[in-house]
């Protein structure tokens, strides 16, 4: 099974995921946890591209692209191979972050970033995504104090410099995305306590894996 987590930043997604991971561990499945951009090992050459504060002069065509190799890497050397091993695969960030970030974000046609998605995934769509969704200025807030306290505001700050309209524009387009794909992608209020918002995503995950058999 694939469950990909998607939200702005600082929704508390990688916090999510350790909890899921802990959770299914003690149902007794085997779970590996990935993330994008950086999930292999040309991933994260691209990563440091991609986020890195430096970069900031890299134009909206050129990111998508960087973005879409990555993907296309990913999903051949990691998500694939350990979906069919039988793992449960959670991912941090997947193909719903390009058109929200890159099509809503950036001002780029959605169709076409979809399309372009659609070949880089290679037919490989998540069973579940959960939308943690926050309001801008609380989620832009969370991440860039992170960063800073991980010492990371130059090598992963650039989303967090951008502007707060567009951190609106990437959550409206999650919020129009998840209406688009409603069977798909279920959305979470990331407002509450970490426990509240998990046994939410627990009680998602259940219902799907009711529905999704698992490789052997």
């Known amino acids: 099974m694939f469950i ?15 909890l899921l991971k802990t959770h ?22 691209l990563r440091r591209v991609l986020l890195s504060l430096e970069n900031r002069d890299l134009c909206a065509r050129a990111e998508l692209f960087l ?7 990913h999903v051949a050397q990691v998500v694939r191979p350990a979906l069919e091993s039988g793992q449960i695969v959670l991912c941090d960030r997947f193909a719903d972050s390009t058109v929200a970030y890159q099509a809503f974000g950036r001002g780029l046609d959605a169709e076409l970033l979809h399309s372009l998605n659609t070949l880089a995934v290679d037919g490989l769509w998540p069973d579940l995504t959960i939308l943690l969704d926050l309001e801008p200025e609380i989620g832009l807030t969370r991440a860039v104090a992170r960063n800073h306290a991980e010492n990371k505001t130059v090598a ?5 410099a951008e502007s707060l309209a567009f951190h609106g524009r ?6 129009a995305w998840a209406k688009r794909f409603p069977q798909r992608i279920k959305t979470v209020n990331a407002s509450g306590s970490p426990a509240d918002i998990a046994a939410e995503v627990q009680q998602l995950v259940t219902v799907r894996l009711s529905e999704t058999p698992l490789n052997d």
């Not at 990909?4 to 999510?16: L, R």
């Open 67 to 73: 973005y879409l190799a990555d993907r296309a890497q």
């Open 4 to 18: 990909t987590f998607e939200g702005i930043e600082g929704t508390g997604k990688s916090t999510q995921i350790a």
């Open 156 to 160: 992963e700050g650039r989303f967090e």
């Open 24 to 45: 299914l561990e003690k149902q007794g499945h085997r779970v590996i946890v990935t993330c994008e951009p950086g999930g292999s090992r040309i991933g994260a050459e």
């Open 170 to 175: 990437v959550r409206a387009g999650y919020q």
